[in-house]
């Protein structure tokens, strides 16, 4: 068993409550950095950094980083953003990580909004997870009466108040930038940087937008140390522990708490309960659905940023699905550009009308219609995604041209047999 | 300056620009739909990619998007790019009709153009088209949303710049809509913009629909004179009628844009009613002859009554060929006039707008777009110079601040801060901001007005507009006064004043005597004048004591009326004559900041082939004349009414125009951003030569009609297909005086009338000066019972109120 | 009609924040919760309470997922089609089951007014997937037997 950090005394059904979590050392890392005179808000800053914390929410940037382009005299208010979004496909550990522990989320967020000056800190979370919102706004009632939000926190001159956003619904809503329209009442387009949030975000004001587990990981850095942080993973570069949301043909699906950078095949078969009765494993989207297929011979890969990255995959959220030899992988990219074609934001051309045209070509070769010229199509069309406006097009591009390397054979035999042949019975 | 090279050649361009508009300045076209100069760049189409092969930026990238950099080297033609591009058409025809054949956007189709040109010339995508249901937008603009190629041009064009919000964006992914929430005429007085904006055939012109294609009109660059901003145009003609205006950019006076009113005011030039024959006695006349006759009979009156018992009337409708004709014609015959302003309110306030103007303080249209705070002064720019206050908007977006002192209840599309004053109490509020001297104003505007002169102090780019319709000259006088007063104090500040008509300026800087119809109704009237010359002139309408008017004409010996429009006045005429519109004789307008520009002809001229043909097919009579091509403009027809010879073209008469009149030197060298012309020092006014009047006592009402954007200005009153975008009779009164007749919002007004009863509806607001009544002309409302630019006064006891049922 | 104390709570809400636009998702899926679809009137009314246009909010109305601008049953089921769901045994004879125990398919309400059906992506819950949404309440480990039993319960419920 890996250490547990930010799934640990996690209770089936029910939250952390306030006395819980003080009492493992809750707010504590809060308390510390407001009340010790000689630290200031910008070692959080540096702490980070160190200690090598990469965003969560699928892009890997280091967090210290994004903090340190908030400029030291940037305009007040400043805003903090937990990103609760969650609506990449095959990903939840958000959710879990907030039914664990939501005061886990709320220390690190008023601990990352005290780090860039921030004093209004919002959860922008979906509608699915209404049970969470209720918990968070509870949760935050007691937390506000404990004094660690509002005003003159711990007697300093640091005021932060939390306020939580629930979305109307879309997948693009939890790109960084399109979440800020979204939270101005616009229309959820994305916004090209430069300027950075971090410079002009919400209202043309400084914002840090962070992925819910990012920011749950700020109080034990800050509590436990930089090395310690660092030690948790069992990869080269890798910091940390990493929630993988496993899903697919396994025979427990479910969240699980382990080192980055811990191998593909320990996950599933020490965890996720190996490979359901009758499958065989053959591929697996390691960070949801706008990552690539990891095909066989990455069985054993080890799941962390830079692994992955090198070999030419992106871990993404570590949403691992796992998918076996009877599920068609042309049917299965054609579901996935479903999702992606009908929750385009559909401002710009590539994405709008291309995501589309691919989804139309994978129906055809899935409906025994399919052409040899659809695959050069296909794959040309997949690199001009990545002249679109946000990352949304380039990320559902990835799954279809892993398609096209991977399992070719598989599409090759589709067009070939005039049909799929999981259906017309080619394969077992 | 950042130096780069682009497709192999070197520019230097200014810092901040992107590469695609450094692509512009260096000749090289990249294709764009998103991306509009004036709209700014927003990446969305992706259709813009270039090749960087060199420098900072490495790789595909969109040029509307990336800064051009000192060191880049962009291609335009690298295979790669080419090939993306040619995708993203490949994308946008996936679902583009293939209507081109009844699309009235086909041949100057951006997407067509780009289509070609990107080298998607075969299609391959087996899917189904998506299709929409269009909407009714009004009588001026068709929609067609199955062509929409998504670029956003017109829902940012119409939200973000214009500021009305009734047209937009819905839906997401591949389903998006362009249109309104509901079918019904689109809001904003500016919306024909996004018929040149859309690159396809998404939004069309209506009224034109199914007339024919680009290359088969007549273009020419022309001037709008709807109002007194001259915005640039473009002009089509065919078959002898003018088919559409567009916007043409100017970047000294309208940027691209245009108003709906200059767009669609075109139509009174091909109206069937217009005069295009002479008529002497109710005799039609070839026209020639009918000049012939009227200067023989003017020539009878000036024998038996002496020269001065003739009189001239001219407009500011009126190119400067004619009002300078009609200038000289008068001097050397000895005849009245010319006569150029209606009453003697207006005459004052534009011959002292005119006076102030000089070269240091105008500032252009374009120019206050970057002002950094606007005060305005007793003028509405929506109603009485549009384009105005799409500028001002602009300036608003980049965070200028915006004042107004205006008794009405302004509602212009953007935030500002009105100082409700009366008419007569605006000079003490001007004069209150400029050297805070506050004792003479009302101890509840003292803060407001403080704050607003603290903020123009703090600015350095301050701009007044200073209307000159409901003000006076004291007031017209002091604005100037103002912005002197901040140039010493080191501001850039800037004048700019609204004027009544195209031409209002021209007339005052020729008009040395200033004498109005009031005057010459009041010699018709005591016998003095006998014979009156009437030349494209709206006194009919303009006038403001129809009654008055129609005994002084009935007093005459001879009316000779000579106008391209149908005039009431027309039909009371001893003789008759067809003068040509600006689209056949051409003219120079000067505009409101003293911009002289030169509107070419854009066809010959001639009754239009719709008319001649009668509906047959074909609708030609073969004939080797232009039928009613006999028609002269009326700067010719000035000179030959005294029996003598103009100059032989238009270019002989520019010259003699430069060398007759001081002020005009100038105006034979024209640019195509026009010349500015000024007054000299000798002939502008002192201070003791205006003056404000405090005509209003307590317990009086001062009825004020005012201009309205549509149904108001006479030319473009004319055209159908905005009959019903008129204001309905209003009356708009202070919500303090409301409760003294105890009424609200909807009523009926009834007014008792010198000449009887005037019925409005009652319209409430808090900013409309207490004292003052305000109507907005509209041609359903008769008016011409009360002045229109001096004022009316009434009693409280002829304004009764009917509470609404 | 919205109710006047929600008006005037919203109207101290509004006096609260910095720019009425912030509040516009919240305002209309609470409008909606009144109307129990997003209907003309509905968008209409929240256009008011913003001192937005209508074209303004039918923009955002638009955009997103979970306003209905269409009318839909008491309950919405939000069926999640994404590929863990999607990929999950049964799958299409669970949907198939669904649509005949309503007598209705994909996009279409029960003439009873109870039950419409939409499809939605992924919900969050692949864990337990298929993963259903009925109003607010996620219900995952979907199986026919047991859809049956919560269209049961909700039809007491009504
Ligand atoms: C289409 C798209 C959807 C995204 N959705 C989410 C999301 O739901 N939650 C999230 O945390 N980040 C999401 N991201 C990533 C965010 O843009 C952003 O990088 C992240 O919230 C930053 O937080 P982090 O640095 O803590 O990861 C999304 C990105 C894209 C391109
Ligand atoms: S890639 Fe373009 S259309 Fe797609 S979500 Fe991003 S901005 Fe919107
Ligand atoms: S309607 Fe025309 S201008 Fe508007 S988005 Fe479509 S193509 Fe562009
Ligand atoms: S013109 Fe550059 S993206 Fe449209």
């Known amino acids: ?428 | 300056m950042p130096k780069l090279i682009i497709d192999n050649r070197e520019i230097e361009v200014p810092e901040g620009i992107k590469v695609i508009e450094a692509a512009d300045r260096a000749g090289i076209y990249i294709p764009r739909f998103c991306y509009y100069a004036e709209l700014g760049a927003v990446g969305a189409c992706r259709i813009c990619a270039v090749k960087f092969v060199d420098g900072p930026v490495k790789g595909i990238e969109m040029s509307c998007m990336i800064n051009a950099q000192d060191g880049m080297v962009v291609s335009t033609t690298d295979p790669e790019a080419r090939d993306f591009r040619r995708h993203v058409i490949e994308w946008l025809m996936m679902n583009h009709p293939h209507d081109c054949p009844v699309c009235d956007e086909g041949g100057h189709c951006l997407l067509q153009d780009l289509t070609e040109s990107c080298d998607h010339g075969i299609r391959r995508y087996k899917g189904k088209k998506r299709t929409y249901v269009d909407q009714y937008l009004g009588p001026l603009i068709q929609h067609e949303e199955n062509r929409c190629i998504q670029c956003y041009r017109c829902s940012r064009y119409y939200q973000e710049f214009a500021g009305y919000k009734d047209l937009g964006v819905m839906g997401i992914a591949q389903r998006i809509y362009f249109g309104r929430y509901a079918a019904g005429v689109l809001e904003s007085p500016f919306s024909g913009n996004i018929i040149d904006l859309c690159p396809t055939g998404v939004y069309t012109d209506k009224p034109s629909r199914y007339t024919g294609r680009r290359w088969d009109y007549e273009r020419v660059p022309g001037i709008c004179i709807n109002c007194s901003l001259g915005c640039h145009i473009t002009v089509s003609a065919r078959y002898r009628e003018i088919v559409y205006l567009e916007g043409r950019y100017s970047g000294k006076v309208n940027g691209s844009f245009i108003c709906d009113r200059g767009r669609y005011g075109f139509f009174y030039a091909n109206l069937e009613e217009r005069p295009r024959q002479g008529r002497v006695r109710g005799e039609d006349v070839p026209s020639g002859r009918a000049i012939t006759m009227a200067a023989q009979r003017v020539k009878e009156v000036s024998e038996s009554h002496g020269a001065a018992a003739i009189a001239v009337i001219g407009s500011g409708r009126s190119s400067l060929e004619t009002i300078a004709a009609l200038t000289h014609v008068c001097k050397v015959q000895g005849w009245r006039g010319p006569v150029l302003f209606d009453s003697r309110v207006s005459s004052e306030s534009v011959r002292t707008a005119v006076s102030c103007i000089a070269q240091e303080l105008a500032v252009s249209m374009k120019e206050i777009e970057s002002a950094d705070f606007i005060l305005t002064v007793g003028a509405d720019p929506i109603n009485e110079a549009p384009m105005l206050a799409m500028a001002m908007r602009q300036a608003w977006r980049k965070g200028a601040g915006v004042a107004a002192i205006d008794c009405r209840s302004l509602d212009w599309p953007f935030q500002f801060e009105q100082v409700t004053a009366a008419p007569d109490d605006m000079a003490d509020f001007l004069a209150a901001l400029e050297n805070s001297e506050t004792t003479v104003i009302s101890d509840r505007f003292v803060a407001q007005i403080k704050s607003i002169a603290a903020k123009i102090r703090a600015c350095h780019r301050p701009v007044v507009v200073c209307g000159t319709e409901i003000t006076d000259s004291k007031i017209i006088y002091g604005a100037a006064g103002f912005v002197k007063a901040m140039r010493q104090a080191g501001q850039e500040a800037g004048l700019f004043y609204t004027l009544p008509a195209a031409n209002s300026y021209g007339a005052a800087l020729l008009d040395e005597i200033g004498e109005t119809a009031e005057d010459l109704i009041e010699r018709i009237e005591s016998g003095e004048i006998k014979a009156l010359v009437i030349v494209e002139s709206d006194l009919w309408d303009t006038f403001s004591d129809r009654q008055r008017l129609i005994q002084a004409l009935e007093q005459l010996e001879l009316l000779v009326v000579a106008d391209f429009m149908a005039t009431e006045i027309l039909h009371r005429a001893d003789i008759i004559i067809p003068t040509l519109s600006i689209f056949e004789a051409g003219g120079i307008y000067v505009n409101q900041e003293g911009r002289a520009q030169w509107s070419p002809p854009a066809y010959a001229g001639g009754t239009p082939i719709k008319i001649t043909g009668q509906g047959g097919h074909p609708p030609r009579i073969i004939r080797p004349d232009i039928p009613a091509g006999d028609i002269s403009p009326a700067w010719r027809m000035a000179w030959w009414l005294a029996d003598r010879q103009p100059p032989a073209s238009h270019d002989l008469l520019l010259d003699w125009m430069g060398k007759t009149f001081p002020v005009l030197e100038k105006a034979a060298n024209f640019t195509s951003e026009g010349i500015r012309l000024y007054l000299p020092e000798a002939r502008r006014k002192t201070a003791r030569e205006t003056g404000g009047r405090k005509i209003q006592s307590l317990g009086e009402y001062l009825l004020l009609p005012v201009a309205a954007v549509f149904g108001d200005e006479p030319m473009a009153q004319r055209s159908p297909c905005l009959e019903g975008y008129a204001k309905h009779p209003e009356m708009w009164m202070a919500a303090s005086d409301a409760r003294l007749f105890d009424a609200s919002d909807g009523d009926a007004a009834r007014l008792q009338l010198p000449y009887g009863p005037l019925e409005l509806t009652l319209r409430l607001s808090e900013r409309i000066a207490p004292g003052t009544l305000i109507v907005y002309r509209c041609p359903d409302l008769f008016w011409q019972q009360f002045a229109r630019s001096s004022r009316f006064i009434v009693p409280k006891d002829r304004i009764r109120i009917e509470k609404k049922a | 009609m919205l109710p006047e104390t929600y008006k005037s709570e919203l109207k101290d809400r509004l006096q609260k924040v910095g720019n009425p636009r912030e509040m516009v998702v919240d305002v209309m899926l609470e409008v909606q919760e009144f109307y129990g679809w997003f209907s003309d009137e509905a968008l209409e009314q929240a256009a008011v309470l913003l001192g937005m246009s209508s074209l303004e909010i039918e923009e955002l109305a638009t955009f997103y997922n979970t306003i209905y601008r269409q009318p839909v049953g008491k309950f919405v089921i939000h069926v999640c089609d994404s590929v863990i769901c999607w990929m999950e045994n049964g799958y299409g004879e669970l949907i198939d089951h669904i649509g005949k125990k309503l007598g209705i398919g994909m996009g279409e309400t029960t003439p009873d007014g109870l039950f419409s059906l939409l499809p939605a992506c992924c919900i969050g819950y692949c864990d337990h997937a298929p993963a259903i949404m009925i109003n607010k309440t996620v219900y995952g480990d979907i199986a026919p037997a047991k859809m049956d039993e919560i269209i049961e319960t909700l039809r007491q419920e009504k």
């Open chain 1, 1 to 428: 068993m890996y250490p547990q950090v930010l799934l640990k005394n996690r209770k089936k059904d029910r939250i952390l409550s306030l006395e819980e979590y003080r009492e493992m050392g809750g707010y504590k890392a809060l308390h510390d950095a407001l009340t010790d005179e000689s630290f200031h808000p910008r070692q959080i800053q540096e702490l980070l950094l160190d200690a090598g914390l990469l965003g969560r929410g699928g892009a890997a940037f280091p967090t210290g980083i994004k903090m340190k382009t908030v400029p030291d005299d940037a305009p007040h208010p400043r805003y903090l953003v937990c990103n609760a979004d969650e609506m990449e496909p095959g990903t939840f550990k958000d959710r879990v990580l907030i039914l664990t522990s939501p005061h886990q989320l709320i220390e690190g967020m008023i601990l990352a909004a005290y780090a860039i000056d921030a004093e209004i800190a919002i959860i922008f979370i979906r509608r699915e997870y209404e049970t969470a919102a209720r918990a968070l706004e509870q949760e935050i009632g007691r937390a506000r009466e404990a004094g660690y939000i509002g005003k003159n926190l711990f007697d300093s001159e640091f005021d932060c108040d939390i306020i939580v956003h629930r979305s109307a619904g879309r997948y693009i809503c939890g790109e960084g930038t399109a979440l800020l329209n979204a939270l101005e009442g616009k229309r959820a387009n994305p916004r090209k940087p430069p300027p950075y949030p971090t410079v002009k975000g919400l209202w043309q004001l400084p914002t840090e937008v962070q992925n819910v587990e990012t920011l749950c990981c700020i109080p034990h850095v800050l509590k436990n140390g930089v090395d310690w942080f660092k030690t948790l993973a069992v990869s080269k570069t890798g910091a940390g522990t990493k929630v993988f949301s496993v899903s697919g043909k396994v025979n427990r699906p479910g969240c699980y708490e382990l080192p980055m950078g811990v191998k593909l095949s320990e996950i599933i078969e020490d965890y996720a309960g190996g490979m359901l009765p009758g499958s065989r494993f053959k591929a697996c989207m390691p960070g949801g659905a706008s990552t690539q297929f990891l095909p066989e011979s990455m069985y054993h890969a080890r799941m962390d940023f830079d692994d992955l990255k090198n070999a030419g995959f992106r871990l993404g959220t570590g949403a691992v699905m796992v998918f076996d030899h009877k599920t068609c992988l042309v049917e299965a990219t054609a579901n996935l550009m479903v999702f992606f074609a009908r929750e385009s934001c559909g401002w710009c051309t590539p994405c709008r009308e291309g995501l589309p045209y691919i989804l139309d070509l994978l129906n055809r070769i899935e409906a025994g219609e399919g052409e040899v010229e659809f695959i050069p199509m296909i794959r040309q069309m997949c690199s001009h995604m990545n002249y679109s406006y946000c990352a949304f097009a380039p990320g559902a591009a990835a799954p279809v041209e892993s398609l096209l390397t991977y399992f070719e054979g598989e599409v090759m035999a589709h067009i070939e047999n005039r049909g799929c042949p999981f259906k017309i019975g080619k394969v077992n």
